[in-house]
Every structure is written in structure tokens, then in C-alpha cells.
């Protein structure tokens, strides 16, 4: 399978806990971005890597948000003392980036996060 | 700002009648339009984009949706419903640009429900 994967697909935690969650991009894609989608709504985006750069990061990502891609390749997003709020769906997506921005998104299944 | 709308939460239609799922946007510039289709606890997979060119788009599993300027829409649309179609689309909007935000602006989602 050569889609985006992402590891857990499920995590349950308690309040106050850390979690970190994994993408791996399709292989030849150096564009990778990170969503959140809760119940209901669409995916709003988090931030994204070019490369192993975070080139942009949304207000949505509060001081308990930490991405991270290393290498270029697979990223992680950690969430520090989790709370309820943040139960959600965590999307991560990839692209081979278009010099004009036309390039698709490719996403992967998600992992679903709740915070109990 | 860019900004995506889907006026309607749910679309009911009858297995073998035409469907229109429909989108309008805002953004400066020309915009990159997307439609992605969400299946219950999966990831959201690409149907279709405009980029230039053509106003009628032609997508996967029979979807096509038509670009208009004027009236700054995407509806999507096909000729023919199968229960299989039923699901959570989104239409999601990118400004084009090298310089723009990578990011994409999803609308909230309409549920398709085709009724045998």
C-alpha cells in the first residue's frame, strides 16, 4: 500500500496525559500537513512540513501541540497534558508540492483521539 | 480570507436520480477547487479539482462538478446515484499562488444519503 498511513488509528487517554501520534507520507510526496476534524466539521488545518521544515503553523496549535518531521520523512504530533477538548479526529495528508499550489492533498485514515 | 460554504448538512436522493451537492467560496484570486468524499471513521479521499481550463471537472467514480466564476460555486454533481454514494463530502478551497498558504479551507460537509 502506497497511501499516507498514520499509527494509532485509535487512542483512548486520560486527561492530563501526553500522546503522540505518527504520519508517514506517500514516499516521493515532501509536502506533509496535519488537520484536526471533530465531530460534525471539517478538517481544520494545524500546521505543515516542506521537507523536514514547519513552514506554517495555525492558531489552532496552542503551546500543547508539538509537530515534528526529522528527516523529511515521517512526522509526529504530540499533544502535552491532553484535555477533553482536544478529542478529535487527527488527520495527516501529503502532497508533491506544484510551484502554482495546484497540487492535491492525499490523506490519510486519521487517528481518533479521546480524552476522557 | 478564504472561506468555503455548503448550504445544505444533508442531501436525500433516489438510487438512479441525478444529484447536486452543492459549494460556493471566497477567496482573492484565483482559487484551486477541491472535492473530497469521507466514508464513516476513514480518512477523506480526492474526487476531484479545478485548477484552470474547462469549467466542468471530471472526478472518480462518475462525480464531475462544474466551476462558476460568476457565481463563485462548485457544485458537485452526478447523473446517476448509487446507494454506495452515500457519505460526508467536503469542497474545500486553496487561493492560488506560489506564495499562498498551503493550506486548504474545507467547507462543513454535506451528507449524501441515496435511498434504494
Known amino acids: 500500500d502506497t497511501g499516507v498511513s498514520q499509527d494509532p488509528r485509535h487512542k483512548i487517554t486520560k486527561r492530563g496525559q501526553n500522546v503522540t501520534f505518527r504520519c508517514d507520507p506517500i514516499s516521493e510526496h515532501n509536502r506533509l500537513y496535519w488537520y484536526r476534524q471533530t465531530l460534525g466539521q471539517g478538517p481544520e488545518f494545524l500546521t505543515y512540513?516542506?521537507?523536514?521544515?514547519?513552514?506554517?503553523k495555525s492558531r489552532l496549535l496552542s503551546d500543547r501541540f508539538s509537530a515534528e518531521r526529522p528527516k523529511g520523512s515521517f512526522s509526529t504530533l504530540e499533544i502535552q497534558r491532553t484535555e477533553q477538548g482536544d478529542s478529535a479526529m487527527y488527520l495527516c495528508?501529503?502532497?508533491?508540492?506544484?510551484?502554482?499550489?495546484?497540487?492535491?492533498?492525499?490523506f490519510g485514515p486519521g487517528t481518533r483521539l479521546l480524552v476522557l | 480570507a478564504q472561506s468555503v460554504a455548503q448550504p445544505e448538512d444533508q442531501v436525500n436522493v433516489a438510487e438512479g436520480n441525478p444529484l447536486t451537492v452543492k459549494c460556493t467560496y471566497s477567496v482573492s484570486g484565483n482559487p484551486y477547487l477541491f472535492w473530497y468524499v469521507q466514508y464513516p471513521n476513514r480518512g477523506l479521499q480526492f474526487l476531484l479539482k479545478y485548477i484552470t481550463g474547462d469549467n466542468l471537472v471530471k472526478g472518480s467514480y462518475g462525480f464531475e462538478a462544474e466551476f462558476n466564476k460568476s457565481q463563485t460555486s462548485f457544485h458537485l454533481k452526478k447523473p446517476s446515484a448509487l446507494v454506495s454514494d452515500s457519505a460526508l463530502y467536503f469542497c474545500?478551497?486553496?487561493?492560488?499562488?506560489?506564495?499562498?498558504?498551503?493550506?486548504?479551507?474545507f467547507g462543513s460537509g454535506t451528507r449524501l444519503s441515496i435511498r434504494p
Open positions: 495528508a501529503s502532497s508533491s508540492q506544484a510551484r502554482t499550489g495546484s497540487e492535491t492533498q492525499y
Open positions: 474545500a478551497v486553496r487561493a492560488s499562488g506560489y506564495s499562498s498558504a498551503s493550506k486548504i479551507i
Open positions: 512540513f516542506q521537507n523536514e521544515a514547519q513552514l506554517e
